[in-house]
Structure formats: structure tokens, C-alpha cells
């Protein structure tokens, strides 16, 4: 390699202004560099004609016995001047290559030469620009950390007649997004349970990210009880488990629930209670033929017209109201069909049962006889 630059300076006879030359570095000073480009003396580099970008020493940038390309800007004989430009065939080269990646799409590395005011600046052969608002996907507040980074990028405006190169490192993340979303939209299908972590919240839900595809948990689906609003149920950025309801590839609109992946109430409903208890519950809604009463959370059972009171009634609301307290009694159990029946009629009875047997014991040595203190009441539980 050495050799061959040799013969190609030993071929330089004359210069003009504009001539591409080799040449090597002689000299190294603070502000400028000497070369011997095979001339009757040697040529300059100002340090200002070294790198597109700001320069502190001349001795950032070469070394004595490198090898480097120049572009002769002056020449001037009488005065044995000389001066040569190494940024201006970085340049030339940059914008051909840039020009390139910015017709076809293609990305490119560069590494982080200065944090300024706006966004950062790289060195390509040309001073590079990155926007602040094109640096992340998402605001940030503080640069300084950014400087010496590696980032991939993407030419988004060219014009080497005004020296003006703008890059994007915003456009690469977001095609890498677009790419994990397609990936995970091909491959969600109805009832998957996935990990992923709450992004946005809203009065009617919450956007969960299930891998680059955002999905809408809505506020019936968070929990197995009533949440008025999300927020009371999540934070933004708590790490979820969810389970896959219903998936729209083509308008990328993807169901979730929270609460599909937990244990409901109609599981766990039988641990709680069994047939023939009593217990307490809120009537939750009167219809014609009777009354739903939760009884545990998320659980209502229905007792029946007929088990609503020992006399007759035409319609539940002769005797109830929504959001009364009631005791019933639990007479027949279905969790795995969601099916309690209960009666307050029997939980009365149960209670009147109650009483008679407490004060048998209390009286058992009296020779008042119970059916003559409680004759109607005994005659209700035959």
C-alpha cells in the first residue's frame, strides 16, 4: 500500500486548485498539519479544514506518518503556499454515500460527536444533525449522557448545497416497532394469556403493551368487582398478566381482561359458602318473578317470588327494595352454570328455629309447655 502511494506521488509533477492528491503527514502542530504530497514543498492542512466537525488539536485527527487524501484549495509559488483540505473529500465522498442511503431507505451508525443546543450533532465526512424530538420515541428531558453513543440512523433530509444533513433515530424505532407489531398481530389468536405492562390509562380502560401492539383492557374487564375508574385498579407501567378476548388484525384492535386470568368469584364462591347456610346479602335488583341478593362479591344468587315471604306477595317490591340488607339460605349451589337459589322465607324460619331451640334450654324446667308460648310460630315451621 505504502509503495503504491508512492508511485502516484512520484507522478504529481504540477498542482492546481481543485486537485485530489496523497500524501503523508510530516508534521503535526497545534493548529495545523504538514504534508508532503510529492510537491516542491509541503502543503497545510488548517485545523479548520480537518473535520466538518470543531476541532480542539490538530493531533485529534492525524498523526505524523499517516497517510491521507486532500483537495488542493490554494497554491501560490512565489510564497511556497500550499494549502489542502481534508474535510472537503470526507465531504465529497459523504454526501455521494448519503445521498444513497437516503434514496433507498438503508440506516447507518454514527457515533455521538457533541450534545448542542436542539439535539446532537455526528460526524459523517459532514456534520450530521439529530433533532431533539428525533432522538427517542418519547421525551427526554437531559442529552448529556447521549454523547459518545452509538446510534443507528436514518437520512430524513439531504441538501449538500446548504451543507444541511438531518438524521432520525426516532424513524429507525419506529420502523422496528412497526415490524414487532405485525409480528405479534400475526401471531395473538383469542384466549392467550400474556405478560405486558400498562401504558395509558383512560376513563373507559386501560392500553396495555403486549409486545410492540397495544391492547384495551376495558374498566368491566379489570377486575371481578365494579371499578368506578382504572385508576383505582392500575398505575401506568405496572406489569400485567392478560388474557387475549378478541383480536382485529386488520384495524389492529386487540381485547384484554385482567380479570379472565384471575380466580372469579364463581370459582371461589364455594369455599366460601355451601348449601343450607345462612347468610347475609344486598338485593341487587328486583325483577317480576323474584330478586337477585348478592351474597359473596361478584355473586348473586335468586330467591324465587314464591321464597321472598311466608305470605303471599304479587310483586318482590311489596317487601324489598335495592340495596336492602337480607338473611337468606342458601338452598341449591351450581357455581360451574352461575346458579345460587335462595330463600328468606327459610332463613326466617331458620332464625325462628333458632330462638325456640335457645329458649327450650332456657325453659326446659318449666312446666309451661313451648307450643303454649309459640303456638303460631310452631305452626309456621311444620
Do not use: C
Not at 432522538?135 to 428531558?141: G, K, M, P, Y
Not at 395473538?188 to 392500553?207: K, M, N
Not at 327450650?360 to 307450643?371: E, I
Request: negative net charge; proline residues 2%.
Amino acid at each position: 500500500m505504502v509503495e503504491e502511494m508512492k508511485s502516484e506521488m512520484a507522478e504529481v509533477t504540477s498542482l492546481n486548485r481543485g486537485d485530489v492528491v496523497k500524501g503523508k503527514v510530516t508534521k503535526v502542530e497545534e493548529n495545523q498539519v504538514l504534508v508532503d504530497v510529492n510537491y516542491k514543498f509541503d502543503g497545510v492542512i488548517p485545523i479548520s479544514e480537518l473535520s466538518s466537525l470543531h476541532v480542539d488539536k490538530a493531533s485529534d485527527v492525524l498523526s505524523e506518518g499517516d497517510e491521507v487524501e486532500v483537495k488542493v484549495l490554494r497554491l501560490n509559488d512565489e510564497e511556497d503556499k500550499l494549502v489542502l483540505s481534508k474535510k472537503a473529500i470526507d465531504a465529497d465522498r459523504a454526501w455521494d454515500q448519503l445521498q444513497e442511503k437516503f434514496e433507498n431507505g438503508s440506516t447507518l451508525e454514527a457515533e455521538v460527536a457533541d450534545v448542542v443546543k436542539g439535539g446532537l450533532v455526528v460526524d459523517l465526512g459532514v456534520r450530521g444533525f439529530i433533532p431533539a424530538s428525533l432522538v427517542e420515541r418519547h421525551f427526554v428531558e437531559d442529552f448529556s449522557d447521549y454523547k459518545g453513543r452509538t446510534l443507528t440512523l436514518k437520512v430524513v433530509e439531504i441538501d449538500p448545497t446548504k451543507n444541511k444533513l438531518i438524521l432520525s433515530r426516532k424513524a429507525v424505532l419506529d420502523e422496528e416497532l412497526d415490524r414487532k407489531k405485525l409480528e405479534t398481530l400475526d401471531q395473538l389468536e383469542a384466549g392467550q394469556v400474556l405478560e405486558g405492562t400498562v401504558q395509558r390509562i383512560t376513563d373507559f380502560g386501560a392500553f396495555v403493551d403486549i409486545g410492540g401492539v397495544d391492547g384495551l383492557v376495558h374498566v368491566s374487564e379489570l377486575a371481578w368487582t365494579r371499578v368506578e375508574h382504572p385508576s383505582e385498579a392500575l398505575s401506568e407501567g405496572d406489569a400485567v398478566k392478560v388474557k387475549v378476548l378478541k383480536v382485529d388484525k386488520e384495524k389492529e384492535r386487540i381485547s384484554l381482561s385482567i380479570k379472565e386470568t384471575q380466580a372469579g368469584p364463581w370459582d371461589q364462591v364455594s369455599q366460601a359458602i355451601k348449601a343450607g347456610d345462612v347468610v347475609k346479602g344486598t338485593v341487587k335488583r328486583l325483577v317480576s318473578f323474584g330478586a337477585f341478593v348478592e351474597v359473596y362479591d361478584g355473586v348473586e344468587g335468586l330467591v324465587h317470588i314464591s321464597q321472598i315471604s311466608r305470605r303471599h306477595i304479587a310483586a318482590p317490591n311489596e317487601v324489598l327494595e335495592e340495596g336492602q340488607e337480607v338473611q337468606v339460605k342458601i338452598l341449591d349451589m351450581q357455581p360451574d352454570q352461575k346458579r345460587i337459589s335462595l330463600s328468606i322465607k327459610e332463613a326466617e324460619q331458620e332464625a325462628d328455629r333458632q330462638e325456640l331451640e335457645n329458649l327450650d334450654k332456657n325453659n326446659n324446667s318449666m312446666n309451661v309447655t313451648l307450643g303454649d308460648v309459640f303456638g303460631d310460630k310452631l305452626r309456621h315451621l311444620k
